[in-house]
């Protein structure tokens, strides 16, 4: 006898990875059969204002994810490894199509969206713009807490950013009279420099 026997899927098991960050629908998310990690974003809704790259981490139980870069913990119980964001929506790449296995947990970071001030204020430094798309000029020089006796505010400069990543200067402003309230605030944009000159000469 030669039985022939015939194996029906009546349903793919469905296991749970988890997805944080920058993406529409973080969360625990159920998937059925094999899902690529391009895939399991698609899942999560996309990206939203991701950083440079995504970090995948898986346990042990489940294998060494098998991409280069890849690193394991000192004990050995789980591996990482961080992937290109524009490969990991190409879908050509190695990136996109690695297979997700169940528990893994895929972390978007957001992309840090920062304006800065420099020059003669009491905290020079950046500002993060977490949820607004804009910053007020005055608000930014209140977190630099303020000008320092020797600045030069009516010679401030706002540099930003052009199409190809170089700085030029988008004008000049008069702190002391937007301050005074005689001319209007001005709205700084991400990666926006905010230049307060010295009045000292020698300097």
Known sequence: LDPQVTIYISEFRSEVVTVEGAVAKPGRIQTEGQKTLLEVLMMAGGTSSPGPTVKVTRASEYGIIPLPGVRKDLAGLYSTVELPVKDVFDASTAAANLIIEPEDVISVPMQQRLVYIMGEVNRPGAVELVTQESISIVQVLAV???????????????LRRDSEGRYDPAGSVDLKKILAGKHEDKLLIAGDIVVVPTSNAKY
């Open 144 to 158: 630099a807490d303020g000008m320092t006796k020797v600045a030069s505010p009516g010679k401030t400069v706002i």
